[in-house]
């Protein structure tokens, strides 16, 4: 990388190019931090609920604890009675769905309430944080390469997505939420779309075609990038709903879990939390998707002269938002919460995914100027 280079918007194109790949570097060591935490850090506590669920009665196994939860009472042996002190045991919470099961807790490592669980947590966290400011850092310099608004083009949209998305999960450990469960499938995800971007994706700091040159692409571009970073994470929400849902199905059956797929699912919330949180974040983000696809048309007709036109992407945007429709109106029917609606929920991010690379890649439209 030649960062003598005579051009000053090329230097900081260059610059940009190095931090994200500097970016990429720390997401890595980040990742081994969330496996690590996940493998390792609740295997010593990992099977107090299983084990609840398992060897107590459904009944005696979700019962809240009147005294805050300061001590566990154990079978009296011998004429004497073991107290086992714990320090805040998971919150109990009740599963929606369909009625079939009772009381459940969040797994004890949700919230890396052991000792060695919140070590690697804290690690990855950190790294997660160092890694998200180098990001920025290269989103902002590819920014002030081009003197406009970073997301011209395939390669810049995809590294302003996986930028929000980090920032919104950062955003809900500042604020104190249960939310270090989505670190290691984030990360995960976000090395593979920049890996993509800097691979496949790459386009060269370059100005934009006439039609672009509105205060329109810092509103409607800008809320799609958004929308969609924070709807991905409630796609994985979703998808982490259907392995819990699966496992506490298991446990109920009094099958017991192997050693590993415990350590993994008792890192999670419960399915319920999962659930609840998945229908929050979209259903959150629906009105704003809307406003979304209306600010397109509005810049659509500004740019060339009509509001629809039916072009790929315009008609991909409105597929997905008729699918994030039905999974809200399958959330308020009777009948279509649990599993269905978690399913319902894959298949509108799909159409989400599908709209951007899809149609961007197979597609011929209005909205082809940005290239690959």
């Not at 083009?153 to 989505?182: C, D, H, P, Q």
């Amino acid at each position: 990388m030649n960062l003598l280079a005579a051009d000053p918007n090329e230097q900081l194109a260059q610059i940009s190019n190095y931090l994200i790949y500097s970016a990429m570097a720390v997401y890595v060591l980040a990742f081994f931090a969330y496996i690590a935490e996940w493998t390792f850090g609740s295997r010593s506590k990992v099977g107090r609920t299983a084990a609840a669920l398992t060897k107590q009665p459904a009944a005696e196994a979700a019962v809240p604890a009147q005294d805050g939860g300061a001590a566990v009472r154990a079978e009296a042996k011998g004429g004497s009675t073991a107290v086992l002190e714990k320090p805040a045991p998971p919150k109990i919470v009740t599963r929606s769905g369909n009625g079939r099961r009772g009381e459940l807790p969040d797994g004890p490592g949700a919230a890396a309430g052991d000792e060695q669980g919140d070590m690697y947590g804290r690690i990855a966290v950190s790294l997660t944080v160092l890694a998200f400011l180098l990001h920025f850092a290269g989103v902002l310099t590819r920014s002030l390469s081009v003197q406009r608004a970073p997301w011209g083009n395939m390669y810049e949209f995809s590294t302003a997505f996986s930028m929000v998305a980090v920032g919104a999960y950062l955003g809900f450990l500042l604020a104190k939420k249960n939310v270090r469960w989505i670190g290691l499938p984030l990360v995960t995800t976000v090395l593979l779309d920049l890996g993509l971007a800097v691979t496949v994706l790459y386009t060269d700091s370059d100005q934009l075609v006439p039609a672009l040159h509105s205060y329109w692409l810092w509103i409607h571009v800008s809320l799609a990038i958004i929308c969609g970073a924070l709807l991905y994470l409630g796609f994985v929400a979703s998808a982490l709903y259907l392995f819990r849902d699966a496992y506490e199905t298991h446990l109920l059956a009094g099958r017991k879990p192997g050693k590993l797929r415990s350590s993994i699912m008792e890192r999670l919330p419960s399915a319920n939390s999962l659930d609840k949180f998945a229908y929050r974040i979209n259903a959150t983000v629906f009105p704003f998707w809307t406003f979304t696809i209306v600010a397109g048309a509005i810049w659509a007709g500004d740019a060339w002269g009509r509001y629809w036109g039916w072009d790929p992407k315009e008609v991909w945007s409105f597929i997905t938002w008729v699918a994030y429709a039905c999974y809200l109106h399958a959330r308020a029917t009777a009948g279509w919460k649990g599993r269905k609606a978690a399913y319902l929920a894959l298949l509108a991010f799909a159409c989400f995914l599908f709209n951007y690379y899809g149609v961007n890649i197979f597609f011929n439209g209005k909205h082809s100027y940005a290239g690959v």
